[in-house]
């Protein structure tokens, strides 16, 4: 049952984005990206992606994540929930580099739950920027 709802794609609840390269003709899947309903968290949905090694470093998690976050506001989520592995530094370090004001809980077992609120479009609007904050040091 948890598995289907990776599977079966109800749009308005549910979306999924592919990154295809097409190589000598032949097209392969380097990148997939997909949100669903979580019904654990009223208006949020589980985010989830993967990225093939050797395109990584080159911007196609924030692609994947701006893109089904623009399509998840027109579908009325507040904001996106994820599970990842503790020792996952790369995909940490994406949702943090999104999401600064994300919330990170330690589940045990090296399992941490985020949840990643959407900034407001009249926030984005007003300054102009993306939602994206870089810290000064």
């Known amino acids: 049952e948890r598995a289907q709802k ?7 609840k549910d979306m ?33 992606f993967i990225v093939r090694e050797t395109f990584q470093g080159m911007g196609i998690s924030t692609f994947l994540i701006q893109h089904l976050e623009k399509i998840a506001k027109e579908n009325r989520y507040k904001g996106f929930t994820a599970t990842v592995m503790e020792e996952n530094a790369p995909m940490i370090h994406v949702f943090k580099k999104h999401y600064p004001e994300a919330e990170f809980i330690r589940e045990g077992g090296g399992i941490l739950s ?9 926030e984005t609007a ?12």
Do not use: C
Request: net charge neutral.
């Open 6 to 12: 990776w599977v079966n794609i109800s749009y308005g």
């Open 16 to 48: 999924a984005i592919v990154g295809i390269i097409q190589t000598e003709g032949v097209e392969e899947i380097i990148a997939i990206g997909r949100y669903a309903h979580d019904p654990e968290t009223p208006r949020y949905a589980m985010l989830a």
């Open 114 to 122: 985020i949840k990643m609120v959407f900034k407001p479009e009249n």
């Open 126 to 137: 007003k300054t102009g920027k993306t939602g994206k904050t870089e810290k000064v040091e």
